[in-house]
Nanobody, 121 residues
Framework: QVQLVESGGGLVQAGGSLRLSCAAS????????MGWYRQAPGKQRELVAA???????DYSDSVKGRFTISRDNAENTVYLQMNSLRPEDTAVYYC???????????????WGQGTQVTVSS
């Protein structure tokens, strides 16, 4: 089993910045893709940004140029630097990871518990 623990959410004014972190822990696994999703009240969960193990990134159009995803493979940690935040970025942000359990070579998808990001106008 892989556990994902997020940190870094909070309340910020429009135009401000926040940095989210997500650390994966467990034994006998390899993390492949990692990403951040968000879910605002009354809306579906949506992809914000994703990064492969090799460092290739993908962003939703709504955050391109403002958010940056990065990762530390040695620490099994993914980050989301969020700049120029807008009220519409307010949501619960979830970390996501795809991991291969080495003993059985099965790929599973794991989710963090979520961290609240609130941007005031």
């Amino acid at each position: 089993q892989v556990q994902l623990v997020e940190s870094g959410g909070g309340l910020v004014q429009a135009g401000g910045s926040l940095r989210l972190s997500c650390a994966a822990s467990g034994s006998n696994f390899v993390i492949t893709d990692m990403g951040w999703y968000r879910q605002a009240p009354g809306k579906q969960r949506e992809l914000v940004a994703a990064i492969t193990r090799g460092g290739n990134t993908d962003y939703s159009d709504s955050v391109k140029g403002r958010f940056t995803i990065s990762r530390d493979n040695a620490e099994n940690t993914v980050y989301l630097q969020m700049n120029s935040l807008r009220p519409e970025d307010t949501a619960v942000y979830y970390c996501n990871a795809k991991a291969v359990k080495l003993t059985v070579m099965i790929l599973n998808i794991y989710w963090g518990q979520g961290t609240q990001v609130t941007v005031s106008s």
